[in-house]
Structure formats: structure tokens, C-alpha cells
Nanobody
Framework: QVQLVESGGGSVRAGGSLRLTCSAT????????LAWFRQAPGKKREGVAT????????LYADFVQGRFTISQDIAGRTVYLQMTSLNPEDTATYFC??????????????????????WGQGTEVVVSS
């Protein structure tokens, strides 16, 4: 099973930026659905962004509104989430997830946590006003 480790979280002021990194090991070759999720205290885990490596398709949650960008490195072992224009509502623990998949194209299903078996431990993001 793919092992994932997130890093890059921290504390920033509203309007600031952070780049989260998710490093994958023990990842067999093939196409994957990759995603970033977040969970604020007392709230359900929600999808932020998802990417299908088979065709590069990407989807974002509505609340992202163009502020975040998901990407991966050429080797396919690292997934990034570049976050800009952060606001206090973005405060949460951010998790990356991965699942081997073969799709005709990415869909909003992959912004749900149900389909993922591999998860990182999370990295905390705190945005102050």
C-alpha cells in the first residue's frame, strides 16, 4: 500500500500563502487518483482538490475559488497543494490521499474520502485574521 507523508503546514496571517507537500513511497507504477482533503475541528473531512494522473484531469471544491493549485512532480512521487489568499476558514488539518485507479476522466466522486485507501497523517494549517 502506498505510504504518504505530508509537510508544509504552519501558521499564516489571512491573505498569506502556503505550499503543502505530500511524499509518496511504496507506490507501484500506474495511474492514480490523488487528492487533498481537510478537516477542521468538529467538522467532517472535505475534499479540496483531486487529480487523475492518467490524463492530468483536475477538479477543485467550490470553496477553492481559484486560490489553490494541485500538482505533482515529474517522477509522480510528490503531490503539492499551493494555497494562496488564505483566510481563517481555511484553518484545518490537511491530508493527502491516493488510490490506484483507471478512469475515463476525473469526477467529483474523487473529492469524497470514500474511494481512497492510502492516507497521510495530516499537516496542520492555521490562518489568523
Amino acid at each position: 500500500q502506498v505510504q504518504l507523508v505530508e509537510s508544509g503546514g504552519g501558521s499564516v496571517r489571512a491573505g498569506g500563502s502556503l505550499r503543502l507537500t505530500c511524499s509518496a513511497t511504496n507506490k507501484p507504477p500506474g495511474s492514480y487518483c490523488l487528492a487533498w482533503f481537510r478537516q477542521a475541528p468538529g467538522k467532517k473531512r472535505e475534499g479540496v482538490a483531486t487529480m487523475y494522473t492518467g490524463d492530468g484531469g483536475i477538479l477543485y471544491a467550490d470553496f477553492v475559488q481559484g486560490r489553490f493549485t494541485i500538482s505533482q512532480d515529474i517522477a509522480g512521487r510528490t503531490v503539492y497543494l499551493q494555497m494562496t489568499s488564505l483566510n481563517p476558514e481555511d484553518t484545518a488539518t490537511y491530508f493527502c490521499a491516493a488510490q490506484a485507479c483507471r478512469l475515463a476522466g476525473i469526477s467529483y466522486y474523487w473529492l469524497r474520502p470514500d474511494g481512497y485507501k492510502s492516507w497521510g497523517q495530516g499537516t496542520e494549517v492555521v490562518v489568523s485574521s
